[in-house]
């Protein structure tokens, strides 16, 4: 429930990526396996319909608390590798400022590749989570060997960046900054890519957040993202960049009818409106777009200009196991 004092105060504020006020969240109907919706249907989607929720795995990752670590998010990758043996490949793509691993997962065969990624704004970890809840829902759903999830696998490769920032996740977390999104060096990571750059203002260094570095590409972070999104053998099609607040969907649709169709699918399966993205340069979906890679950004959760209350966690989390779903729909054009 949404009360309409705190829509009124939130539609004062402005929201972490950009502007924007609290939406009400969609109803989730409980006890409706996400999962399976289709199964007591009449007339199930193609694919659907073929997995129980009783034929799917334990979760694992259930850890919508404040402190979602970068150690408590490695122990997780490293619980599903063991679980989906053969399923899942974990790498690191480069370090953070402080030195800590910039991890990835790996999923699937196909020849296009999926960027999912999350915690780019530090105090947004609960972001890094929902990233985790999709690459395990797809596990999940792959170990059936099942049409609904195979199909989205042999299409494609799914890559799983679940926290873009860890030094920064770590600064909330201690309570030292809690309101910080920037990276150790007080980077806004989401305000240092090169396009747009230049004429981006933002706010000085010593900022919690909207400080774009001294330099496009300043941090660590940033750039070992860009050198892994354009490594020679990548080919992404689609990324979906998870944030925290608002329960919106923030697209361009300049970009493209890819873009659209894949905000629009976004949109009918998680129940969150689509606005457009109002980024004024040098974020991250600038980047993409640049790239030509059609993107879009999910704000997770009611807004609120600080931390996403962890009661909130079942709810992102069944949003976030609606994703898997959305993909499968984008394979069926
Ligand atoms: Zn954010």
Redesign the pocket.
Known sequence: MVCVAALLLSALLSS??NQASAVPQPEIEENTPISAPAEESETPSPGFETVGVSELGPELVDAYTHHYSPEILEADLRELAKAYEGQITLGVYGQSAQGRDLNYARIGDGSKDIIITGG??AR?YM?SVAVMNVLEEFLRIQKTGKLYGTTVLKEYTIWFLPSLNPDGAVISQSGEIVKI?ANANGVDL?RNFAEGWDDYTGRPDGSIEFYKGPAPLSEPETKSLVEFIESPDRNIVYSIDM??SGNVIYSDDTRGEETERLSEIMSRITGFPIWEDPSEGANYSDYLGAQGIPTI?I?LGIFTDAIVEESEGPFVKEVAKRIPRALYLLTQQ
Do not use: D, L, Y
Request: aromatic share 0%; with cysteine; hydrophobic share 15%.
């Open positions: 972490c990526a780019i704004h947004e972001s999104k989401n944030h925290t950004t704000e």
